[in-house]
């Protein structure tokens, strides 16, 4: 089995691992990192995402060996200790999630959003931004209107750093 | 409203563990030695088991152990059940035919369960079960709803040889072929409600573990009512007495209905664990859920109305099959007849109705209740024959509603419905008003100017909610009562803990109930803690469907807090050196009524277990209560919503321009989580009305088994939804409260259709309305428009 070593949430980690382990598996069973989910098969729903060297990737259709040296951010890295990221403030502040299950996933696509394309995001551009990612309990209604408060108060943080 | 009491929009307690990465769903959850179950499944829709040949299998790589139906058969472990008898017309009882947890003899669906194999890992499990040789006898199989019953057809259980489940009714015939006889016109429709699959976006998952020293099991399962699949696993299917099988349900993502159900999967993964003697676990994979999860709706009807000169509704007759696929689910049985056909009088005085429904047996999975479960059906029926007939007769279609709504209450129906409330007017005054439908036409011009068309419908829906009276429905068939439970356990330091029933799966009970208890308590609501889903903490409990857990579930806290507080009194009082009669309770405190001297909650609830300042004689120590709160009826949420859209006929594309919502949910306890239920159920109804269809192939095999072919709303289907309320409260719980959980779901198909048949400019659109499917009807529009 193959050993693989990468960077979880600011942690070296590594492993022997089966060749065919995903990325999502690696974390879930692995690091015991539960918080990223899987509710397809087939890349569609999103509730996969984490961040590889910073970009969004669907952590279900890539091989843990292929992130040999990747530095990985899951949902469990985003908070800074106790205090929340803005964007998962912005999603408890505007109720954007039910069940919790494709939280995970929709915080870590709406904060690659903001990172690709900035602070303002209109309502048409964060629902296209959101065809990666399904959720059935929210209609999206509260989930767009999380992203775009969460996405402004990035901005904000990020002048107020300045 | 500020603060954190009934009606106030208090941000959820339980998100931070979501947010966070922290929630504990049950594929979270590892057990010491556990193995992985994989499940074989039958690759055809019909077929006889001549064989299974495990041998090579067995011997693979981590294989632990391999059960198929002969296992289930030798250790008598019981067929899955449907829990509601219904009798056909002649009074005899429904053909239910045997549905064991893995097949024996006979596959009879795309998915049914024909092996588990339990392996070290769920990889090895899956190879293994790729070297299992099945020699099926292959049968032609059944899968048309309009034919099913045809003579000559091939028989799916022998208990029903003709696939007919029952052939039942409600109403008075003879009174509707008489309003029939009187009318000046007849509005005639035929509709299908399309089949769809639930997809709660966590699949199910179960865990099975056998404590050999105690002889007990414990299940870990995505379930919405722990209780009830103990009480089925135990006392039906036989895995243990209910004291020695623990079942939780943990953080449950998304339920929707179809985790209500007892299925194969949980049933054997538990039974398997004492059989292999570690921990078994499955996680259902996407394909599996859509191919083995109970199905929702599924019928055809065929519907009549009758009115007289002036428009008045005279009768409704209304003629269903419904599809139930291959076995009877837990509450099949019941959803298109009890859930369904009591609904068809809608928000209308009907003074006669007369429903007929025939539910057949077919090679395709199992349909069940899903959000809605019989309304959305009924809501469908009655609102479109209701906009349909208004455009016939020429009238306008909210005024054609408003002339026949129930404008007294109680109302009793033709259908065994008596609605205690509402006010149908104002909801539809106040929606109109909020989406501005006089400004409709111009709307529709200037689409026309862009070469686009322009619909706008309407749907006013009623549901019954507050699901059920017990001895109501043990007289219709149910098996079991819909009471609800709960245990209000008072902390020495004043702190609560509250033991519900219930169970939450998305709905936010840790934040809804606690509003509650913290508001009449006068206590912090951090001081609260709702604990459910665990058959260990909680006693009983019947779980979360059908809009019940506000207006059952928190009354049954509302019983036990009012015992919580009539023994805090007495130890108030003790403590106060004050009469019982005497003392007050208000904002937290209890005080002597005409004095100063008062104590709060808190140091109540130490003095309740220090227990110092009364004897044994006087006064129980402790502060505990429980209740049981049975409802003295149903209640009956209803509302307006209304679609506008706009077709580009050159693509089929529909676009939902605009859609209002105006809810009678009674008493609101966190709009802020209500109006998130109607955002929901609206887009799983516009899902319904344009994209989701679960189809089936000739030969029963499922074309949409995955999210690249079964068309999932996605946020760029939808538009933002404006969602408001009128209030008329619940006159038989202690509340007021109605119900809010299904009620977009189930008013949002029919304002979605009626709004594309107006755009149209005809009626023949079927759901889902998908864009080749309005592009055909729209270029027939075209060309009508030419001639």
């Not at chain 2, 979501?18 to 979270?28: A, E, P, W």
């Not at chain 2, 090579?56 to 289930?72: C, F, W």
């Not at chain 2, 056998?210 to 722990?226: I, M």
């Not at chain 2, 605009?658 to 159920?681: L, S």
Request: charged fraction near 20%; proline fraction near 4%.
């Amino acid at each position: 089995m193959p050993k693989v070593s990468m960077t979880v949430n600011g942690k070296r980690v590594s492993a022997n691992v089966d060749s065919r382990t995903l990325l999502v598996e690696f974390l879930r069973s692995e690091q015991r990192l539960t918080g990223t989910h899987v509710g397809c098969d087939t890349s569609q729903c999103g509730a996969c995402v984490v961040h590889v060297n910073g970009k969004a990737i669907k952590s279900c259709t890539t091989l843990a060996v292929a992130c040999e040296g990747a530095v990985v951010t899951t949902i469990e890295g985003l908070a800074n200790g106790t205090e929340l990221h803005p964007m998962q403030a912005a999603f408890r502040t505007h109720h954007g999630l039910q069940c919790g299950f494709c939280t995970p996933g929709m915080i870590m696509a709406a904060v690659d959003m903001v990172n690709r394309l900035g602070y303002d995001l209109s309502e048409e551009t964060i629902r296209h931004e959101l065809e990666g990612n399904i959720c059935r309990c929210t209609g999206y209604h509260n989930i767009v209107k999380a992203i775009q408060a969460g996405a402004a108060a990035m901005g904000g943080m990020k002048v107020a750093a300045e | 409203m500020a603060g954190t009491g009934i009606g106030a929009r208090v941000e959820r307690k339980e998100d931070f563990r979501f947010i966070t990465g922290k929630g504990n769903y049950t594929d979270d959850i590892n057990r010491e030695g556990q193995t992985h179950a994989f499940f074989l499944r039958s690759p055809h829709a019909h077929a006889t088991i001549k064989s299974i040949d495990t041998s090579k299998a067995a011997a693979m790589p981590g294989v632990v152990g391999i059960l198929t139906g002969a296992d289930i058969e030798k250790d008598k472990v019981g067929g899955l059940i449907c829990g509601w008898m219904i009798h056909n017309k002649d009074g005899s009882p429904m053909r239910a035919g045997a549905h064991p947890a893995l097949a024996q003899g006979k596959v009879r669906y795309v998915g049914d369960h024909v092996a588990v194999v339990i392996a070290e890992t769920l990889a090895e499990a899956k190879d293994a079960a790729e070297a299992i040789v099945v020699d099926y006898g292959k049968l032609a199989p059944v899968v048309d709803l309009a034919t099913a019953t045809k003579k000559g057809n091939p028989v799916i259980h022998d208990a029903a040889p003709d696939n007919q489940v029952y052939d039942w009714h409600l109403g008075d015939k003879a009174a509707t072929e008489a309003a029939f006889k009187k009318a000046k016109h007849i509005t005639k429709i035929d509709l299908v409600n399309n089949r769809l699959i639930p997809n709660a976006m966590e699949p199910r998952a179960a865990v099975g573990d056998y404590n050999a020293g105690e002889e007990a099991f414990t299940l870990y399962t995505t379930s919405q009512n722990p209780h009830v699949a103990r009480l089925v696993l135990s006392a039906f299917i036989g895995i243990a007495p209910e004291h020695k099988l623990r079942v939780i349900a943990p953080d449950v993502g998304g339920g929707f209905g179809s985790k209500i159900f007892i299925y194969a999967e949980e049933t054997v993964c538990v039974w398997a664990a004492k059989k292999v003697g570690r921990p078994v676990k499955w996680v259902a994979d996407r394909t599996e859920e859509f191919l083995s999860i109970a199905h929702g709706r599924d019928h055809a009807t065929h519907a009549e109305m009758a009115m007289d000169e002036n428009g008045k509704i005279l009768g409704l007759r209304v003629k269903t099959r419904a599809n139930l696929g291959a076995y009877l689910s837990t509450f099949s049985s019941s959803v298109p007849t009890y859930l369904y056909a009591p609904l068809l009088s809608g928000q209308y005085n009907i003074p006669a109705i007369y429903a007929e429904v025939e539910a057949v047996y077919t090679n395709t999975a199992p349909v069940d209740a899903y959000r809605g479960a019989g309304r959305p059906e009924a809501t469908f029926v009655i609102e479109r024959i209701v906009e349909v007939a208004a455009r016939e007769l020429g009238m306008d279609p909210a005024a054609f509603r408003r002339k026949n709504f129930i404008k007294a209450f109680p109302h009793q129906t033709p259908v065994i419905m008596c609605y205690d409330v509402g006010d149908y007017d104002a909801s539809l005054k106040k929606a109109m008003e909020i989406h501005d439908v006089k400004g409709f036409a111009k709307r529709k011009r200037e689409s026309a100017k862009a070469g686009k068309l322009r619909g706008l419908g309407y749907s006013a829906y009623i549901e019954a909610c507050g699901i059920a009276p017990s001895a109501a429905v043990g007289s219709l068939g149910a098996g079991v009562g819909l009471w609800e439970s709960a245990e209000v356990r008072v902390n020495p330091v004043g702190t609560v803990e509250v033991l519900t029933g219930s169970h939450s799966h998305g709905q936010g009970h840790e934040t809804t109930f606690a509003q509650l208890v913290a508001g009449r308590l006068g206590i912090p609501i951090e001081n609260v803690s709702i604990v459910h889903g665990d058959t260990d903490k909680v006693q009983m409990g019947m779980g979360t469907y059908g809009s019940r857990s506000g207006a059952v579930g928190m009354s049954a806290i509302v019983k036990a807090l009012d015992k919580v507080e009539a023994k805090a009194k007495k130890v108030a009082s003790f403590v106060l050196e004050a009469s019982e009669a005497d003392i007050d309770f208000k904002d937290g405190k209890f005080s002597v009524k005409g004095t100063d001297k008062s104590v709060d909650f808190a140091s109540v609830a130490l003095q309740a277990y220090i227990a110092h300042k009364f004897t044994g004689e006087q006064l129980e120590p402790g502060l505990k209560e429980g209740a049981f709160y049975d409802p003295t009826n149903f209640t009956f949420p209803s509302g307006v919503h209304i679609a506008e859209i706009e077709i580009d006929p050159q693509t089929g594309v529909t676009t939902v321009a605009k859609w209002t919502a105006v809810d009678d949910f009674g008493v609101i306890i966190n709009p802020m989580i209500v109006e998130g239920q109607v955002h929901g159920g609206i887009a799983q109804g516009i899902g319904q009305a344009m994209l989701e269809g679960a189809f089936y192939d000739a030969g029963g095999q499922l074309l949409t088994a995955s999210y690249m072919d079964y068309a999932m709303p996605r946020a760029d289907d939808l538009p933002s939804f404006r969602v408001d309320h009128t209030t008329t409260p619940c006159p038989s719980n202690p509340l007021g409260i109605k119900g809010c959980g299904e009620a977009g779901a189930i008013a949002s198909p029919a304002a979605m259709i009626n709004a594309i048949t107006d755009a149209l400019g005809h009626e023949t659109i079927a759901m889902p309305a998908t864009p080749q499917a309005v592009w055909r009807a729209a270029q027939a529009s075209l060309a009508k428009a030419a001639e």
